[in-house]
């Protein structure tokens, strides 16, 4: 198993860009999650998701959408990429609704 | 509003020595408790977790201590090691369905173990 995946691992965009971070896992998780990391923050939870078809806002949704057309996919996007949304990016996976969750190995963000 | 604070911020510690850092919660319908370690460029990993129908979970050399009164819970690491140099997050989260996924993190805890 390859357990999440996340691509890009870098990016640098432009104020007002978009793009779309990928999310993947293998382990036929139902629970889904996307994390921001800044420094002194810890991670904020940025969107989530149930089930396929099925998402939900964390604390910080504003300047993202999420979509979850199958189990194993889970993109990020950016709708108009902002100096604030600087940061490093994970996704996480967890089978149940309160065990642990799996983290990806992270995408960091520049937007100049 | 910050739900779950963690303490020190940074913490050093002597190889052999005993790591302490403390989280404490507000919401008292949070019912999983995990903290997870992170080396540097990479995601979190979970370390271990504890669920507030115990007071104490150990594993290796790491423990979690839960004080459900108090609001608080711990995490000890005995004979610290070099390669324990990482970053600790305590995080909570509540059980449900609908609130699956959803876990909120302390700030972070940067330990470092000198040889």
């Known amino acids: 198993n390859a357990g999440v995946t996340q691509t890009p691992k870098f990016q640098v965009l432009k104020t007002g860009q978009s793009m779309t971070l990928q999310c993947a896992q293998d382990?036929?998780?139902?629970?889904m999650s996307w994390y921001r990391q800044d420094p002194g923050m810890g991670l904020r939870l940025i969107h989530y998701?149930?089930?396929?078809?099925?998402?939900d806002q964390g604390e910080v949704p504003n300047g993202y959408n999420v979509s979850r057309s199958t189990t194993e996919d889970f993109p990020l996007r950016l709708l108009s990429a902002a100096p604030s949304q600087t940061s490093v990016y994970f996704c996480?996976?967890?089978?149940?609704?309160?065990?642990?969750?799996?983290f990806g190995p992270g995408t960091r963000l520049t937007v100049l | 509003q910050q739900q779950v604070k963690q303490s020190p911020q940074s913490l050093i510690v002597q190889k052999g020595g005993i790591s302490i850092i403390n989280c404490a919660y507000e919401n008292t319908a949070f019912d999983y408790f995990p903290w997870y370690q992170q080396f540097p460029g990479k995601g979190p990993a979970l370390l271990i977790a504890i669920r507030p129908d115990v007071s104490e979970k150990k594993e290796g050399r790491f423990t979690i201590s839960f004080n459900k009164s108090a609001k608080q819970f711990s995490l000890h690491i005995m004979d610290s090691q070099p390669g324990d140099s990482a970053t600790y997050f305590c995080a909570a989260s509540r059980g449900g369905r609908n609130q699956g996924g959803k876990l909120i993190f302390g700030q972070g805890t940067e330990l470092s173990v000198k040889p």
């Open positions: 998701s149930v089930g396929a078809g099925i998402t």
């Open positions: 996480a996976s967890s089978y149940s609704s309160s065990g642990g969750q799996f």
């Open positions: 382990m036929n998780h139902e629970y």
